[in-house]
């Protein structure tokens, strides 16, 4: 008998302790943090002969699967974020900044940001062009560009257009 009431006090305890918890973990008020990513996007193209030392992009092609690096350093000089991706199909990269960390006001991505096409995988087309700057890097820019959703936004920050042309175009075309 006396061990029948034991189990039936180990049991309501048992039930009163659930339901305590319960009731705690509903008045617990639920963060619903909005995710924000920082993101870079630019397109690849393939400058022609004819525009090859330009910025003009007249008759330029996309390139498919170039690489392209990200570069952010910190306001003090030294490299915080580095990243090398890929373009798509399109020759179009959006590329969220995972991991990129601003331990300092100046060090926002306007400022110590930018990208560079570093190889294209096309034989015909693997000279880097200086359109937008790409041979040092090109500074990103603020479109006014966001994505929304309800737990997620995204900033987007554009890098311009970024080029490679032939090898072997003529002095002609210059």
Same mark, same amino acid.
């Given at each position: 008998?006396? *061990?029948?009431?034991? #189990?039936?006090?180990?049991? /309501? @305890? @048992?039930?009163?302790?659930?339901? +305590?918890?319960?009731?705690?973990?509903?008045?617990?008020?639920?963060? +619903?943090?909005?995710?924000?990513?920082?993101?870079?996007? +630019?397109?690849? !193209?393939?400058?022609?002969?004819?525009?090859?030392?330009?910025? #003009?992009?007249?008759?330029?092609?996309?390139?498919?699967?170039? $690489?392209? *690096?990200?570069?952010?350093? *910190? !306001? $003090?000089?030294?490299?915080?974020?580095?990243?090398?991706?890929?373009?798509?199909?399109?020759?179009?990269?959006?590329?969220?900044?995972?991991?990129?960390?601003?331990?300092?006001?100046? =060090?926002?991505?306007?400022?110590?940001?930018?990208? $560079?096409?570093?190889?294209?995988?096309?034989?015909? &087309?693997?000279?880097?062009?200086?359109?937008?700057?790409?041979?040092?890097?090109?500074? /990103?820019? !603020?479109?006014?560009?966001? @994505?929304?959703?309800?737990?997620?936004?995204?900033?987007? !920050?554009?890098?311009?257009?970024?080029?490679?042309?032939?090898? =072997? &175009?003529?002095? +002609?075309?210059?």
């Amino acid at each position: 008998m006396a *061990s029948r009431n034991l #189990s039936s006090i180990i049991s /309501l @305890l @048992l039930v009163l302790v659930a339901f +305590t918890y319960t009731q705690a973990s509903e008045n617990i008020p639920h963060t +619903t943090e909005k995710k924000i990513d920082v993101v870079v996007e +630019t397109t690849v !193209y393939c400058q022609t002969c004819e525009h090859s030392g330009t910025w #003009s992009l007249i008759g330029a092609k996309p390139i498919p699967s170039a $690489k392209v *690096s990200i570069t952010c350093k *910190s !306001y $003090k000089g030294h490299v915080s974020f580095y990243k090398v991706l890929e373009t798509d199909k399109n020759g179009y990269l959006y590329a969220p900044l995972e991991g990129f960390k601003m331990q300092h006001i100046l =060090d926002h991505p306007l400022h110590s940001c930018f990208v $560079k096409p570093l190889w294209s995988p096309l034989e015909s &087309c693997v000279l880097l062009s200086n359109v937008n700057y790409g041979l040092n890097g090109s500074p /990103l820019r !603020y479109e006014n560009k966001r @994505l929304h959703g309800s737990k997620y936004e995204a900033v987007i !920050y554009a890098a311009g257009p970024l080029a490679f042309h032939p090898p =072997d &175009c003529s002095k +002609t075309h210059y």
